[in-house]
């Protein structure tokens, strides 16, 4: 079995990734500041603050037989952890985004299409296009950094642990029950990948030695066939979708994807392409996806440990819902 180093392992997708090695039967190194959460059981924590240099002093030289960095939107991280690690490491595996992609509006794209042009720095509240900068810039540190590099450009993540409020929002809307405001979108595409599944994807590809770059996401579908699946998942008897035209949605200041007062997974037109990849290279490298309704009930019990009721960073509160259904036939 093999020693691996998790950069992240306290949170979401970058510790999915530790407990799926660590039940594969691998050691598990990560490194966090520890504020996010523990590491799964099994798993040892480094405490560093990649933001102070030479935060991975302590690490340096030390053999891995892979490395795996969740590094959000930094580059100076991403340098760094190759700097100290890159010539004791086997493999390295950078966690990207599909917004690299300059074209975020055509459906049917590959791992090949143009990039936007890398930037050093950002900030996430500087919008998608910074942040797919940055990554950018990061894969490229990555993939001149280590000679044995996967870059992984992961879709929405959804499933337990998700902090993002975004595909939660409609398992815990749904389960609600009673009239429910959907956007008039049906066939706008839709593309989710489960954090159990891209993890247990990305250890597998570490312990392959799996290099180049890949879409990270699933099949492709449509908003009206994923919302009828979560619906049917979740089983509220009284639930009704309620359609609103995307018209409609805007003029009351309803914002698509994510943040307050939102519909979560509907995209505006300018971005649909992003959630119409072609993740057929990632299928046929192994990547496995799961039921929806299986990310879904794992998701309401997720929202549930959470508090239904909780203020969320994405979707309608009651209130906002109530005063936007058009009046029941
Ligand atoms: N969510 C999505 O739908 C989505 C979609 C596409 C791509 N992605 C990508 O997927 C990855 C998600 O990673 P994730 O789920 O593990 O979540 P994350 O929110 O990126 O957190 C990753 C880890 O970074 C650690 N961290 C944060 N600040 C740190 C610091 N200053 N020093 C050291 N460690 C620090 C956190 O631990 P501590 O707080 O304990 O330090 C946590 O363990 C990212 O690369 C993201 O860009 C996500």
């Given at each position: 079995?093999?020693?691996?180093?998790?950069?992240?392992?306290?949170?979401?997708?970058?510790?999915?990734?530790?407990?799926?090695?660590?039940?594969?039967?691998?050691?598990?190194?990560?490194?966090?500041?520890?504020?996010?959460?523990?590491?799964?059981?099994?798993?040892?924590?480094?405490?560093?603050?990649?933001?102070?240099?030479?935060?991975?002093d302590a690490l340096r030289g030390e053999r891995f037989d892979a490395v795996?960095?969740?590094?959000?939107?930094?580059?100076?991280?991403?340098?760094?952890?190759?700097d100290a690690l890159a010539t004791t490491a086997g493999h390295w595996t950078f966690v990207s985004t599909l917004?690299?992609?300059?074209?975020?509006a055509t459906p049917g794209q590959g791992v090949d299409a143009p990039l936007l042009e890398p930037r050093e720095a950002g900030d996430l509240a500087d919008g998608p296009d910074a942040y797919g900068a940055v990554k950018v810039a990061?894969?490229?540190?990555?993939?001149?950094?280590h000679p044995r590099?996967?870059?992984?450009?992961?879709?929405?993540?959804?499933?337990?642990?998700?902090?993002?409020?975004?595909?939660?929002?409609?398992?815990?809307?749904?389960?609600?029950?009673?009239?429910?405001?959907?956007?008039?979108?049906?066939?706008?595409?839709?593309?989710?990948?489960?954090?159990?599944?891209?993890?247990?994807?990305?250890?597998?590809?570490?312990?392959?030695?799996?290099?180049?770059?890949?879409?990270?996401?699933?099949p492709r579908s449509t908003l009206g066939a994923v919302l009828?699946?979560?619906?049917?998942?979740?089983?509220?008897?009284?639930?009704?979708?309620?359609?609103?035209a995307p018209a409609a949605l805007e003029a009351a200041g309803v914002a698509p994807w994510s943040g307050p007062r939102s519909l979560p997974l509907w995209l505006p037109d300018t971005h649909t392409?992003?959630?119409?990849?072609?993740?057929?290279?990632a299928a046929a490298a192994g990547l496995r996806c799961r039921p929806i309704a299986d990310t879904v009930r794992a998701s309401l019990e997720h929202e549930r440990s959470l508090g239904v009721?909780?203020?969320?960073?994405?979707?309608?509160t009651p209130a906002e819902e109530a005063a936007l259904l058009p009046p029941a036939p």
């Open positions: 079995m093999g020693r691996w180093l998790v950069l992240g392992g306290t949170r979401f997708l970058s510790r999915a990734v530790a407990a799926e090695a660590l039940a594969r039967g691998h050691e598990v190194v990560c490194v966090a500041r520890g504020e996010s959460g523990p590491v799964p059981d099994g798993a040892s924590l480094v405490v560093a603050d990649r933001d102070a240099p030479g935060a991975l795996v960095d969740v590094a959000t939107m930094s580059l100076p991280w991403v340098r760094d952890a190759l917004n690299v992609y300059a074209d975020p990061s894969e490229q540190a990555v993939r001149a950094g590099s996967l870059v992984v450009r992961a879709g929405l993540i959804c499933g337990p642990g998700d902090l993002s409020d975004r595909f939660g929002y409609w398992p815990a809307r749904f389960a609600r029950g009673g009239r429910a405001l959907v956007p008039d979108v049906r066939d706008q595409p839709v593309q989710l990948v489960d954090v159990r599944d891209l993890a247990a994807w990305i250890v597998a590809c570490g312990e392959e030695g799996r290099t180049g770059v890949f879409d990270g996401s699933g009828d699946e979560i619906a049917a998942a979740v089983g509220a008897p009284d639930l009704v979708l309620v359609p609103l392409g992003i959630a119409a990849r072609d993740t057929a290279p009721g909780r203020e969320r960073k994405a979707g309608l």
